[in-house]
Each structure stands twice: as C-alpha cells, then as structure tokens.
C-alpha cells in the first residue's frame, strides 16, 4: 500500500505565510516549522539549566517541528481571520481536527499511534502537556522575530503585528520566553556584523 503522509509533509515548502502582509521575504510553513522546534528546544534547555526545569527538550523540538502540520491541507489562516469571534475559532479547530485525521489516514496502521500522540496533542508523555505550552511560545515567538526582520528591511507592515505578538506573549506568562526575548531577541534586530 501507498502511504503518503511524509510526503504531504514534505510540501509544507509549498505553504506560505503571512499570505494578507506585504513581505519583504516571504516565509513559508517548512521554514516557520523548523525555527519554531529550534527554538522550542532552546525554551526546554533554558528552563531546565535557569529555572530547575525538567523539560524533554527533543521532545519539545519534535512537538515544534509538527505544530503546523494541519495546515498542509487547510494552508495557513491569518491571525484575524482565525481569531475573529469564537465561532470561527471552534469552525477553524473543527477544520484542523479534520485536517489532522486525514493526515495520521495516510500513514500505515503500525505508525498512527505514534503520530496521533504529536499531531492531536495527546499527552503520550509526562510534561507534554508543559513542552505544547513552550512550543505555543515559541511559535509566538517566530512571529515577532518575523516582525523585527520585516520592520528591520524597510516594511512598516509589519509594525502592528510585533506589538500585538509581543502583547501575547507577555500574557503567556512563560519565563523561559521572557529569558529569550531579555537574552536573544535583540540580536534579532542587528546586522551579521554586529552579532560577530
């Protein structure tokens, strides 16, 4: 039988962001999935060497990698479409749960366990339930560093959407976020030879 789950994954290069924004470099879902694991990872680590954490930090950067996931199928909605009112809020979840089904249906029985414990948040392991909270934050996380290299290049487009990301994730209350955004988040806003 032909399974084509890993390959559905592999388009995410296909599916562009932002897609309402004028950008001066577009961002893609491939490109916003692997920043956000890198810096789930980087969340884990800091709350376990800072704060005494005990964080699965691969776990949090393999939660990262797939948080999208859905949106091979449904592409990316845009934050005010997809955050207008409740009802399209639970309309667009009804639509990712669907997503999310179609896509563990296209991997061989032996593996949808496996994939359905990343893909529909089920707590498979202890502190899962912690490390999705890291990965929310570091997904809003990638948003505001996408704003700071947009306003960085020129495109005043972006400049609403970094204070309203920067209100969310003061609001999350994460203190390994904070501790990124006091300690890595200002080289975000500096040429490559001001960070050598």
Known sequence: MNHSFF????????????????????????????????????????????LGRHYNAERAALLGLYHDAPEILTGDMPTPVK???????????????????????????????????ILQGEDAQEGDAELRTLVKAA??????????????????EFIQAGRSTRRILENLRCPEAEIFMREFLPSYSMTLDEQK
């Open 139 to 156: 997904d809003k996380l990638c948003a505001l560093i996408k704003c700071i290299e947009e306003e960085k290049a020129g495109n005043t």
């Open 83 to 117: 955050y207008h009112d409740p009802e399209m809020k639970n309309a667009y979840r009804r639509v990712e749960e669907k997503a999310q089904e179609t896509l563990l249906d296209k991997l061989p029985d032996y593996l949808q366990d496996d994939f359905r414990q």
């Open 7 to 50: 390959a559905l994954m592999g388009r995410m290069k296909y599916i562009s962001r932002w897609a309402l924004m004028r950008n001066t470099h577009s961002e893609n879902l491939a490109d916003h999935s692997h920043e956000t694991a890198v810096i789930a990872h980087a969340l884990a680590l800091i709350g376990n060497r800072k």
